[in-house]
């Protein structure tokens, strides 16, 4: 036994055992608690610590811009804040109410009795306000009062566009137009994630992404902003001259089937909703149907051409420019003996009209009717577009025929007006319309033979000379073939006698057309009426415009015009 | 083996050192993307203020109302205007 060990007193066993049981002991003891913590209370656990520093954040979508087809911004979103409290949990102090009714922009009295309600969870003290505003109040940092990210929607083009482009809803939601029309599109889908914050708010870093954001699509529309805005305002102008009620116009590329410009009068501010009207609201071009009246006459000759019995210069008798069918007398303006089947048209003849009518099977001329789109609303995606009301053959009375030769007993909106016409502007094609930019040649549907199709449009070109209906339809350099209307306006099942509607419908230029427009106007109330002096001024000012703006070359002397007088313009009384 | 141990408790401190750095450097990182993110999304909406701003401003209206009464310009008549052909048409 060496020296050290001598001076130890020698420990009995057990304790050396005793220690290491205890220590086995804690070993064990620590390790179930382990155990325990990560397999059955784990769930527990993880959920209180990532209530601690996990949070879900909402990721906003913006909504699509809509664009003209220049690019021109027509609708853009814009967020804003929304300032709303919980009223119990607010606690003002003097200086930061002051404050805060600043910003807000309301009265003591106003805050309080929004925050009067403690049982409320949720008050709105202000929505949509500036950015800057809102971070202002965040700066203030009050309790109980929070803010929320809102988008608002603002339409630079105003009223000029209105109809076309619609509006949404404070949800952010498209509620009329094309707002609603492509809605899916237009509308972004709002994503969240998972994120981690440290102790002062800030995010440090990204756990997962629940949902991805998807802002909504940008749409560019066919329409061009400026024919928009001259259409406009040559409308509002000669709707206020005549005293009308209302007024709408379309033009469209021939080519594309694309729409240039849509207007109607009266129309609204979208920016600013708060007084509207029915009247205002109303997208006439496309939802409101009329009775067409002489605008209809080029499709019932076209329909008589093309059975092949007559040419146009077949001689129509239309004298004594009055006819008796059954109960009923048509008669005409001007009456003339004898008339070719082009002057049928460019006099604007009901009876000759009749007649053509009535010489062909009734199913002939409603084949064409049904084949130009009457009846069948226009695929534009377009809510509310009508359809308009063209009865199956096998009902017509012949008196419904005759009527319907020039226009009355079928309906149709402008819109399908308007598209009926490109079956003269491209050869017998009809070409299906679009609101949205395609900037492509469109293919149209065979409907005419490209031969009836050029012989009605040289029978319209004659329609705007002097002696015809519409000379103040012509435009300086350029040769325009068109139709006027001046229908009586049906009210209860009646015709009223003093109400008309005066429409215009024509394609420019008549050798290559590349546009087609079409006027209405409703209820003209100065003395003029006719479709000849209140629809056909609209068309030459817009139509020269657009032509101006297509660049489209000049097919017709550079004369200037002479006003037409009396005795050159004929009157019509369809 | 003192020294094997030595060793690896050396590298096992290196190892928990990187960690630490790195998991910094990844939040650093990770803030000013976030910041990135949020100067993209600001830059968005003023992309479409000023959008809308230049849409005002430029209203064909008011270009109109402008050119006509304080600059005396109006729209040439077709007298006033030729067409040339193009040179190399599309």
Known sequence: MSRATQGLVRLPAWRARALLAGLLLGFVSLSARALYLQTVNTEFLQEKGDARYSRVLEVPATRGRILDRNGEALAVSTPVKSIWAIPGDVELGRAAKRRLEGLLGMSGAELDRKLADASRDFVYLKRQIAPQTAQAIEDLRLRGIYEQQEFRRYYPAGEVAAHVIGFTGVDDSGQEGVELAYQDLLAGRAGSRRVIKDRLGRVVEDVESIRAAQDGRDLTLSIDSKMQSLAYGALREAVREHHAKAGALVALDVRSGEILALVNVPSFNPNNRARLTGAQLRNRAITDLFEPGSTLKPFTIAAALETGRVTPRTAVVTAPGRMSLARYTIRDVHPAAVLTVAQVLQKSSNVGAAKLALAMPAEVMWDLFRHVGFGTAPELGFPGAAAGRLRNYRHWRPIEQATMAYGHGISLSLVQLARAYTVFARDGELVPLSLVKSGAEASGEKVLSAETAREVRAMLELAVQPGGTGPRARIMGYRVAGKTGTAHKEENGRYAADKYIASFVGLAPASAPRIVVAVMVDEPRADDYYGGSVAAPIFARVAQAILRMLAVPYDAPLEPLDAPHGSDEAGEST | ?90
């Open chain 2, 1 to 90: 083996m003192a020294k094997l141990n030595l060793l690896l408790l050396a590298v096992i401190v290196a190892c928990a050192l990187g960690l630490v750095t790195s998991q910094h450097e990844a939040r650093k990182l990770f803030a000013e993307l976030e910041r990135e993110h949020a100067r993209a999304r600001d830059l968005d909406v003023e992309f479409g203020r000023l959008q809308l701003e230049a849409s005002t401003w430029g209203l064909h209206s008011r270009v109109q109302k402008i050119a006509v009464e304080a600059l005396g310009l109006g729209s040439p008549t077709p007298a006033q205007t030729r067409f040339v052909a193009r040179a190399h048409p599309r």
